[in-house]
């Protein structure tokens, strides 16, 4: 089973998913807050799956990028027709995305509050500013790793 | 105001490891020893920065947590714009800095 799960492609596909459960969670979570909806148990669920997701795809991500990324893929891109995919993509996501737990963990947090406590408070529209952030981090990462899945495709022709 | 006193905490602890975090990638990019050294600790320098990051975040929660007696609406309100900021500049920053180290130098 372990063999399965740390196999290239299948770790390729958890780190995936997993950013897209984040992605798609954050931005399950945008529209209640968008449109104001009265649920904190929604709330609560939606950040606490983006969450989730940030922490597996990074932990996955990492150890494919630690164990095969560098000694495999990092020397085809190098020295394919796009050596800058690795020397600002990869390096840009990798380290941008040690940005997204922390932010990840305040959402939550704010996800706690009722509607009413984020009106009176004055933090809603912080709160969509936020979120919106964390999810199109998400999205740039998504950019960022079709950049280099691509360098090295191409790289490797 | 516990749910308040836990939101400034987490943003402002999140603020300063964002900021930890481009601090430690650009210096690391600018001095080889500083990278090696970081990589000395784990075996490799992002798995380094990763650690560093948890930790810094994990302790400034707690004392943002535990100093911020008199947190409020406007403070908090405060603390999520910087965070907002922080992490709009600190990717503008990284990004910025590998474009041009490729580009440039």
């Known amino acids: 089973m372990f063999e399965i799960l740390t196999a290239k492609p299948v770790l390729i596909g958890l780190h995936l998913g997993f950013a897209i459960l984040g992605i798609d969670s954050f931005l399950w979570l945008l529209g209640e807050i968008v449109a104001n909806a009265q649920s904190v148990k929604r709330r609560v669920i939606a950040g606490i799956a983006g969450l989730i997701g940030y922490v597996l795809t990074w932990i996955v991500g990492g150890y494919y990028y630690v164990k095969f990324y560098g000694p495999l893929v990092k020397p085809v891109i190098k020295a394919g027709s796009a050596p800058w995919a690795h020397t600002i993509a990869m390096e840009a996501k990798e380290h941008i995305f040690l940005f997204s737990i922390p932010i990840a963990i305040t959402i939550c947090l704010l996800a706690r509050l009722s509607a009413s406590e984020l009106e009176s408070f004055g933090i809603r529209k912080n709160f969509i500013y936020l979120t919106a952030i964390i999810a199109a981090l998400g999205l740039s990462f998504g950019i960022m790793g079709f950049i280099i899945s691509a360098a090295t495709r191409w790289g490797a022709i | ?105």
């Open chain 2, 1 to 105: 105001m516990e749910k308040l006193k836990s939101i400034y905490a987490s943003a402002y602890s999140a603020t300063l490891t964002i900021a930890s975090v481009v601090a430690l990638t650009i210096g690391a990019e600018l001095s080889a020893p500083f990278k090696n050294w970081l990589a000395g600790f784990t075996g490799h320098h992002w798995v380094t920065k990763s650690w560093i990051s948890i930790i810094i975040f994990v302790l400034f929660f707690f004392v943002f947590r535990i100093a911020g007696k008199s947190v409020n609406e406007l403070r908090t309100k405060r603390a999520l714009l910087v965070l907002q900021t922080i992490s709009i500049l600190g990717f503008i920053a990284i990004l910025g800095f590998y474009i041009y180290e490729t580009f440039v130098v």
